[in-house]
C-alpha cells in the first residue's frame, strides 16, 4: 500500500481529530500530498495541499481550523482538524500528485490515492 490514511471517527461539534496518511519513502519525498474529502452525494473536494517543501495551501472553507504538515522522519503527512463542523463530515482521502501545480484543488491532478477515512461530525 502506498498511502494509507488513518485517524477517523466520531467527534462533537467544536471537537478536534487528527488525520494521518503513512506513505511510502519513494513517493513521500519525490510528491506533492493533499486531503480531499467527499460526503454522500457531493463531488469529492479539495481540503489541503502540502509541497515537497513545505509550502501549504487550504480551502477556504477550513482555513484557519485545518492545518496540514509532513513528519519527514516517518513519511507521514498530518491533518489537525480544529472545531469541528457538522459540514466537515465526510470520507478523508489522502493522495499524491507528480506535478506542483499552481492551483492544486482538482481531483484529477492526483495520481495515487489512500483508501479514506471517515470523520463524522455530530452530536
Do not use: H
Not at 494521518?20 to 469529492?44: E, H, N, T, Y
Not at 493522495?95 to 483508501?115: E, K, M
Amino acid at each position: 500500500v502506498q498511502l494509507q490514511a488513518s485517524g477517523g471517527g466520531l467527534v462533537q461539534p467544536g471537537g478536534s481529530l487528527r488525520l494521518s496518511c503513512s506513505v511510502s519513502g519513494r513517493i513521500f519525498r519525490s510528491s506533492d500530498l493533499a486531503w480531499f474529502r467527499q460526503a454522500p452525494g457531493k463531488q469529492r473536494e479539495f481540503v489541503a495541499r502540502i509541497t515537497i517543501g513545505g509550502a501549504t495551501n487550504y480551502a477556504d472553507s477550513v482555513k484557519g481550523r485545518f492545518t496540514i504538515s509532513r513528519d519527514n522522519v516517518e513519511n507521514t503527512i498530518l491533518l489537525q482538524m480544529n472545531s469541528l463542523k457538522p459540514e466537515d463530515t465526510a470520507v478523508y482521502y489522502c493522495a499524491r500528485s507528480r506535478i506542483q501545480y499552481t492551483t492544486p484543488t482538482a481531483p484529477t491532478q492526483y495520481d495515487l490515492w489512500g483508501q479514506g477515512t471517515q470523520v463524522t461530525v455530530s452530536s
